[in-house]
């Protein structure tokens, strides 16, 4: 272990391309990384799109444009084609190597040679500074604050930043809008930290961090001066908090996370002194710097201070049976199940708390809890204690707030959208309907971008292997009923009805470039055919009914497939609706139904979910493992984080396999190592069809309005839409 956290260049960690360079925050130049990418060519595919709209305005004004008109379009002025070639004239870091790259102040100081003593605040800020109600910047500010170098240029600041969504009980912008993360992983082409590749890690929470070479031993460092949003100091007495007294209490949480149960052994968890600690794990895990850029800050820490009153190791049961009571828990021993309810996705999309009283919990974000106006509405502030600033100097966020609307559908979505009510859309808009918001943008005063989707698949098909219908869990655990139900699939037309022609049709498998890419797994059972699907399912001895309409389980009864699902990816409701004619061809009945994310989640807690729509992150091994074994099969993922203490081990060999490849994947510390195994999970995904994939590097639609700035250069540089998003500190009104 090196003593010198802060002089620590790694090597490779976790699984990423061998020819990803992956720096620690502290060098002052980072080697230029070259990432591997779907093989779509986006500035063709963006070309393509906008002819695409062009022809349809054209269609619908009946006729050419004149030729006056096309002269007048043809060629900018030879000075607005100068201005545009420097790229300068966006901003003073458009151009810059190091533009939305994340520095510790000292770093930064010695990348750009000068010195950063002085800060500066919203007017917001400053009214309640001159009240008396908030400290001056200065003392905010962390000693060691994070520079962000903003996309395009320094912004100004002011202004509410709104969006729509039509999820009451789940927010998909909030997220990614509203993050922070124990470290950071900077925006670039391919990279997105949900896709577990390559990419550039640099500070966050933790301002340093470091490992032993074997990926046993690793120890972490919280921001000098770091505050919680209410103005207390961020200690690791916050991290032994929740590590000792909340995810290693029983009560509140009866199966510890798998990272401090690791392969069966207990992960040693040390304080160092008040910023540092360290974690030991039995074996190697190559996954946890890989896992630590995927993880919101609230995967290592809480608000100790504000929690300790709520832990009855801290405050006595009897003054705490009233909160409890309020919220419906009546026993003593409901404790457990409370204190787990008022912390729970403190920081996800799950925006409100269950309990009101609890909104205002101490976060880490840029934007803190303000008001709900309507159920399913709310208004964000910026945090005053946020520990980003801009290279001037200037305290982040620049916008004062965040807020939503809450929508009916996504029909009344786009209407928002083209009629110029939301000021950024990214999630959840359809690439069919890209020709709409291309006819409609000047109306509604907003760009569109076409933006790489962060999901390698948008629409993909998992199970529950273990269903609460046993006839029916028999049926899908057979291999040759997956295979069927993809061979059923017609990708072609999935790809022409729901992605406009683009992307690749593909089994579930890694994209191109990805280095366990093999064209046999892109195309494994992936052919359209439906005379080798019902072969299989004759083979399987499913019979026919008497009308030759539907087929049979082996219990007489009519083989019913059912697909619950909730608009969790933009292609679901019409891929839903594919899907179920592709596979009633084949005898299978089909049921698809769409629920609210509430109800959703509450059927699958329950086992009481089948078959269901999804998508598909990067489609690393880690990914593969997760969706298809785990997310959808309660029972197995109970028993794979329970480290087989709980829940069902799968009942298919090919299955456990999988899972022992995984935890074989997890210890590898080369990238040899990772990609051999990677390969390996693959090609027990290849026959066994766990998800059943339909089209892969698919672009996605993102819409933003005409005021905003630092944004535009996200669709040049070809950032995922999320990791835009991600940088929302730096988004300013113009």
Known sequence: MSEARSKLEFAHVGIFPPHATITAPFKKHTDEVTFMSPATRWSQLRLLLAILALCLVLAACGGQPDAEAEDADAAPAPEAAEAADDGMAMGTYINDPNSGRDFNLADFEAEYGVTLDEFNESPMMAEMVAAGSLPPVDERVPTNPVV?????????????????????????????????????????????????????????????????????????????????????????????????????????????????????????????????????????????????????????????????????????????????????????????????????????????????????????????????????????????????????????????????????????????????????????????????????????????????????????????????????????????????????????????????????????????????????????????????????????????????????????????????????TPPATPGGELIREFWVEIGVDTKVEQVNGQFYWQKRGANETVGTIWWANGLSPADAVFVSSFLMTPSWWTWYNAQGADGTEPQSPEAVELVELFWELQTATTNEEQVRLGIEIFENHKENVWNIGTVASAPQPFVYNQGLGNISVAEEREYYHISLMELSEQFYWK
């Open 148 to 568: 962000l170098i903003p996309l395009e240029e320094i912004g100004t600041y002011g202004g509410n930043l709104h969006w729509v969504e039509y999820t009451i009980d789940y927010d998909h912008y909030i997220r990614h809008l509203n993050e922070t993360n124990l470290l950071q992983l900077r925006p670039q082409k391919g990279v997105a930290r949900y896709k577990w590749m390559g990419g550039e890690i640099t500070p966050g929470v933790y301002e340093a961090w470091s490992k032993n070479d074997d990926s046993t031993v690793f120890e972490f460092t919280l921001r000098d001066g770091l505050k919680w949003s209410d103005g207390a100091a961020v200690t690791t007495e916050d991290i032994r908090f929740y590590i000792e007294d909340v995810l290693r209490n029983e009560e509140v949480t009866p199966n510890e996370p798998s990272w401090l149960q690791y392969r069966g052994q207990p992960t040693v968890f040390e304080v160092l002194d008040g910023r540092s600690v360290r974690f030991t794990f039995a074996e190697p895990n190559g996954f946890y710097l890989p896992q630590m850029v995927n993880w919101a800050w609230s995967s290592h820490l809480r608000p100790a201070h504000y929690f300790k009153e709520y832990h009855k190791d801290y405050t006595d049961i009897a003054d705490l049976m009233p909160l409890m009571e309020k919220d419906e828990y009546v026993e003593e021993g409901d404790w457990g199940r409370w204190f787990g309810s008022i912390q729970t996705n403190i920081t996800g999309g799950s925006y409100s708390r269950r309990t009101p009283d609890f909104r205002n919990t101490p976060v880490l974000q840029p934007y803190v809890w303000d008001s709900e106006p309507q159920q399913g509405e709310f208004i964000m502030s910026r945090n005053p204690y946020y520990y980003k600033v801009d290279p001037a100097g200037n305290h982040l966020p620049y916008i004062d707030s965040i807020s939503r609307a809450l929508v009916t559908d996504l029909e009344v979505e786009n209407l928002k959208i083209i009629a110029g009510e939301t000021d950024i859309q990214g999630q959840f808009i359809r690439l069919s309907d890209y020709p709409m918001f291309s006819q409609n943008q000047e109306a509604g005063n907003y760009h569109l971008l076409a933006l790489p989707a962060w999901q390698d698949q948008l629409l993909i098909f998992p199970f529950n292997f273990d269903p609460a219908d046993p006839v029916l869990g028999e049926i899908i655990r057979d291999k040759r009923f997956r295979q069927a139900l993809s061979l059923a699939v017609d990708r072609e037309e999935v790809k022409k009805s729901i992605f406009l022609d683009f992307g690749v049709p593909s089994a579930f498998a890694p994209v191109a470039g990805s280095p366990w890419y093999k064209d046999e797994f892109r195309d494994a059972y992936a052919q359209y055919d439906v005379d080798a699907a019902n072969a299989l399912l004759d083979e399987m001895g499913l019979e026919w009914d008497d009308n030759n309409e539907y087929r049979l389980r082996p219990d007489g009864e009519r083989l019913i497939l059912p697909v619950d699902y909730y608009d969790v």
